[in-house]
Structures are given as structure tokens and as C-alpha cells.
């Protein structure tokens, strides 16, 4: 007797995100791209996956993160509900420190 540890996964569950208020995302595009297309629906953002883009948005742009940064939290979560694109946040924090893009 042959026993297989494979699970069978429906179709539809395949297509189905592991979060629903999340769309889809291709990720085998340019990672740009990725970005750009979760930034369009900020407001579905979790306060972590925020807190990541931006982290990124910054590292590219100023070579540092929220936390070396200590910028507070609660200006993230007020941008996240005010809709503010992560890359407009690491804009927004540079110009008010003062800093010049490398």
C-alpha cells in the first residue's frame, strides 16, 4: 500500500488569498511594481504591512528605518488612516529632518 503525504488543495482555494482584504498580488513583476500596486490600497493595509512599506519607501530614500529613525508610531498609524502612500511618508519625514536624497 502506497501512502502519500501530498495535500489536495481545490482550485478555489488556491486562488483565494490567505487574506481576504487583500487583492491578489502578482509578484513576479519588477518588485517596483509590487509596491506601487499595494500602495493604491493603503487603506487595506494591516499596521505592520504599513510599517514595511514604509520601512522600504525609507531604506531606498534615506538609508534608514522607522525604528533607527524613533519615528512614533502613532504618526504611522494616523498617515495609514489618512491614507498616506508609504513612499509620500518617507518624503514627508525627510523633508521635516532636513535630508537631502542620496
Do not use: C
Not at 16 to 28: F, K, N, Y
Not at 55 to 64: F, N, Y
Amino acid at each position: 500500500m502506497k501512502i502519500t503525504t501530498q495535500a489536495v488543495i481545490p482550485d478555489e482555494q488556491l486562488a483565494t488569498p490567505a487574506l481576504p482584504h487583500l487583492a491578489p498580488v502578482d509578484l513576479t513583476g519588477p518588485v517596483d511594481e509590487v509596491w506601487t500596486l499595494r500602495e493604491t490600497d493603503v487603506l487595506k493595509m494591516g499596521f505592520q504591512e504599513y510599517v514595511e512599506a514604509v520601512d522600504v519607501a525609507m531604506l531606498e530614500r534615506w538609508l534608514i528605518d522607522t525604528f533607527d529613525a524613533q519615528v512614533d508610531p502613532d504618526a504611522l498609524s494616523d498617515a495609514l488612516d489618512q491614507g498616506v502612500a508609504p513612499s509620500e511618508f518617507a518624503l514627508r519625514w525627510g523633508a521635516n529632518n532636513g535630508l537631502i536624497a542620496h
